[in-house]
């Protein structure tokens, strides 16, 4: 059965603060890992990881796949009251056209001030 | 950016009748689309996945006669929860994916509360 497993699944810290989200995997036929924030509505895209060890940034966040020892890691820092909300971590699994996410129970991440 | 919309964001239903939720790709054709439901404090559980003119895959699980879903066109999905019960009320969202390598792209989201 594939796992996508999120840790920790909660957090509080204050802002200013660096955070780091964790997910790991298994899973048969891996394409992707995904991430996303959902905060009242449906999850936003965040990330799109295909390759093992190459960082992806955008502003204060960013992430890395380690396809060996099958997880990802999504940092924040400098983090705001803004960047509260649930994260996600996805897998894309499938074979040939076809594909479809596995998610993961998600960290509920809460900055204060 | 790829926008999918979703109607409709809110609805509220005697136990026992039938809802249409639909999801609709604005700027860009959807080989496949997914529907997923969300329960409070829990994540996102795919239902099926819905590919245009064809049946839909249903997850494990998930009675395909209770949530039928059509996929007319390639910018259209449509998911039916008939005879609803309480036990049905959920957040559903559906996701489109233009295939190839591009991520899924994600409705708002319809809040399902039955009576």
């Known amino acids: 059965e594939d796992k996508v497993v999120q840790s920790p699944l909660s957090l509080v810290v204050h802002e200013g603060d660096t955070v780091t989200l964790n997910c790991s995997y298994e899973v048969t036929n891996f394409r992707s890992l995904l991430w996303y924030k959902q905060e009242k509505k449906a999850p936003t895209f965040l990330f799109m990881l295909t390759s093992s060890g190459i960082e992806k940034k955008s502003g204060r966040l960013s992430s890395i796949l380690d396809k060996k020892e099958l997880f990802s890691i999504l940092n924040i820092t400098a983090t705001q009251t803004g960047d509260s909300a649930v994260y996600l971590c996805a897998v894309e699994i499938g074979t040939g056209t076809a594909s479809k996410l596995t998610f993961g129970t998600g960290t509920r991440l809460q900055v204060t001030l | 950016g790829a926008v999918v919309s979703q109607h409709p964001s809110r609805v509220i239903c005697k136990s026992g009748t039938s809802v249409k939720i639909e999801c609709r790709s604005l700027d860009f054709q959807a080989t496949t689309m997914f529907w997923y439901r969300q329960f409070p404090k829990q994540s996102l559980m795919l239902m099926a996945t819905?590919?245009?003119?064809?049946?839909?895959?249903?997850e494990q699980g998930v009675e395909k006669d209770k949530f039928l879903i059509n996929h007319a066109s390639l910018t259209l999905s449509t998911l039916t929860v008939t005879s609803a019960h309480p036990e049905d009320s959920s957040f559903y969202i559906c996701?489109?994916?233009?295939?190839?390598?591009?991520?899924?792209?994600f409705g708002p989201g319809t809040r399902l509360t039955v009576t």
């Open positions: 996701s489109a994916h233009p295939g190839g390598t591009y991520e899924q792209y």
């Open positions: 819905s590919n245009e003119g064809s049946k839909a895959t249903y």
